[in-house]
Each structure stands twice: as C-alpha cells, then as structure tokens.
C-alpha cells in the first residue's frame, strides 16, 4: 500500500488517493511512524469462511472475526503470538482502543461484516 504513495512523492506528482502513506521521509533518514497502525484482513479458507480482521500497531496485535473471538498479542513481550491476552485485566485499555481503531478502519471502508454492537 505504501508503495504508490512513496513513488508518487519522489516523483512530485499527485497520489490520487488510497490508503497507504509515503516512505520517502524514512528511506530518506526519518525515523518511522511509531504511532501508526496498520490493517490487515485474512481468511485461509479456500471458500468462503472466516475472514480475520486485525490492527498492529507497534507493540500490539489485535485480531477480531466473524465468530466474535479477540485475540491480542503484545508483540514485545510475546514476538510469537503464543499468549493471547485479551482476556488479561490490564490489557482491557488497549484491547478496547484496538478494538475501536479495526472496527473504525473496516467500517469506513465499506466492510460488509456486521460488527457487534458496542456495550
């Protein structure tokens, strides 16, 4: 997704759109985006089937699907996605806030999966 946007900036042109941002400042020495979090959406299935929907932001992953099960890794503690935390006390903040920013992402781009209602 960053690729277009990048070449677009080296170039001086328009991006016309899309979701990906430019990495220009950090091939140019910028250091990343450490706030930024990126989406993802994923079935394995070869028909149709669960689809995965997550958001990674630097330390956390947050992993939601159709069957409503969340998962959330914290990437620094656990590289290898092995403890699922969601259900941990003090993780609830950032569970919620990972929660908010899949939901919020799929649902501005048309996503036809009909997320839970919000209690």
Not at 8 to 14: K, L, T
Not at 52 to 79: C, G, T
Not at 91 to 102: E, F, R, S
């Amino acid at each position: 997704m960053d690729i277009k946007p990048t070449i677009c900036e080296a170039a001086g042109i328009e991006n016309g759109g899309g979701d990906g941002v430019s990495l220009l400042p950090v091939i140019e020495g910028a250091g990343p985006d450490r706030q930024r979090i990126v989406y993802s959406q994923y079935s394995g299935n070869p028909g149709y089937g669960t689809v995965r929907r997550a958001a990674i932001s630097e330390r956390y992953k947050y992993v939601f699907d159709s069957s409503y099960e969340k998962e959330l890794y914290d990437l620094e503690a656990d590289p290898h996605e092995m403890k699922n935390v969601a259900g941990d006390e003090a993780y609830q903040d950032i569970l919620k806030n990972m929660h908010q920013a899949c939901r919020r992402f799929h649902e501005e781009h048309g996503d036809y999966f009909k997320w839970e209602q919000e209690t």
